[in-house]
């Protein structure tokens, strides 16, 4: 029987395909109130996969709408009664259940202090989304594997929506409307990734390395690998990576690139140029045809991919990783030890 | 021989005693200026072990002086060239050499916007400290160990002197003066650390867990047991590690748990129980009877020591646990495999 989590990263060409056509109009209205507002800075709050999620939206909010947003401190909220002064800011909560406890406070202490909030949910009847002045529906609808899929990338594209509306930059907003395509593309790469999954399958260890934009990626990608695989999988920017982590490679340490076209593909050719000298197992994930010849596993990504709505696309694959080593490892990846759907956190 | 790294280590309370004996009036000064500034938020750059003293500071700057504060994205200043607007923000650089090019790039450009700057460095004649408006010395002297360890704990201990003087918080600058004292109290647990590496030596993976205040203890000790061990150490901040990573853990996984008295005690606890079930080697550093009870292997903290400054503290017992890993496993620790003191980043 095919899994949930299966079914789930299946159906998002259709998720984003129903986003755009449903919610284009609602989220360019939400982008022209923000653009007269002003806003000095934005603070996103969110946990888990919702989390990497924060994180591309903090890439695009600083570099398409160049307001300086950061990451909230939940634990400032519920645990120590000690919050920044909000006022002059937008404060947005990311949450495919809109439940999180921790994620509320903050949103309802932003509300208290007369600032906007945005909720970007897969529940719009959530309490997140009824204490907030702003809410995106990211009509992914009913997720039922715990390992979310649909509902992440649903959230990172109504992310690039927003803010490519926000920034009223028309070409990208014709862009985004590949995403659905792209989407089908990278599910059709299945078999690629199975035989990498084969290969990885024997060992507990994974590496995941981007740069950029698809710092989220890396994140998510490890994220879903240690959630259903038990594989301690750990994503790194390839500038951290340097920094001190690459001493952990030695021979047949398996690592995955994400290396799409854009201006942070000559560092990551010559991050695969350093990985490859200590031997290791090579996957990359690109649609640039020398990076892909020197990797040991090669996953094709679209050749008209751009880069800033690649890690909608490039997550995929990872998506289908995770899946592929469970498979392999003959895990229940429906129903992962010690993982609830909703998690509640104080 | 003993390694550059252990004796660094061990100058940790001399270096301590330096900074706040020879700064204190230094930074007193810089605080009075940025306190009459009404910054509407503070972007802080930095790679690497100053990263997570960059955490540090975004935790103390949100909560003592309540200015939204959050991490820079330096490859939007390098590589996209896509900015954000800072104007009305104060931009903070954190490095120990003070020539990362990405993060002088970030305070370069800051610079060039007319947007205050700050460097907190260990060399006052480095590119960094030289284009800032604002410096302050970490007085760790010359650090030769590729893994850094006083600078870092230099670093942070810097920053809160700064957000305590910001804050105009006399009673915690009192605190602050026992930190050389405290240090010294965590040095004399090193026989304990070493039979916690001992039983741990024999498997290849380390997760650490804390939260609040010591989210950057957790990645600090993750980071230096990866430089010189090659072990995969994983930091996961107690709220985040129920969201997926949990389904990780199984018979004998080796788990550090950072839990000083303060207000995430309660919930380091339940985390405690919870990870307990699932028969982990567990080790706890903490300044609680209860909870040092709980422990296969008891690491103990200072009775009186506060939670806020507790990370300049905990760091201390992990760089300790990294060393001896290292030791036990006959590795070269001042030579980690592929790593250099100064890592250029572009």
Known sequence: MISAYQKEIYEQPEVHRLLLANYNAKIKEIAGIFRNKNYKFILIAARGTSDNAATYAKYLFSSMVHIPTGLAIPSL????????DMRGGLVIGISQSGQGSDILAVLKQAHAAGVDTLTIT??????MAEISDYVIDVCAGKENAVAASKSYTGEILAVAMLAAAWAGDESRLKEIQKVPEWASFVLDQHENVKKAARWYAEIDKLIILGRGYNHCTTSEIALKVKEITYVTA???????????PIALLEDGFPVVVLAPAGKTL???QDLIREVKERKV?????SNDEHVLGESDYAIRLPA???EWLSPIVVTIPG????????VAKGLDIDHPRGLKKVTLTM
């Open 266 to 268: 000559a560092d990551m």
């Open 319 to 326: 998506q289908l990783l995770a899946l592929e080593l469970a």
């Open 304 to 306: 008209d991919l751009t």
């Open 122 to 127: 897969n529940d719009i009847h959530s309490p």
């Open 77 to 84: 909220y519920t645990i120590y009664d000690q919050v920044p």
């Open 234 to 244: 750990e994503a790194f920017s390839g500038a951290d990576f340097r920094h001190g």
């Open 281 to 285: 197992r090579l996957s990359v994930i």
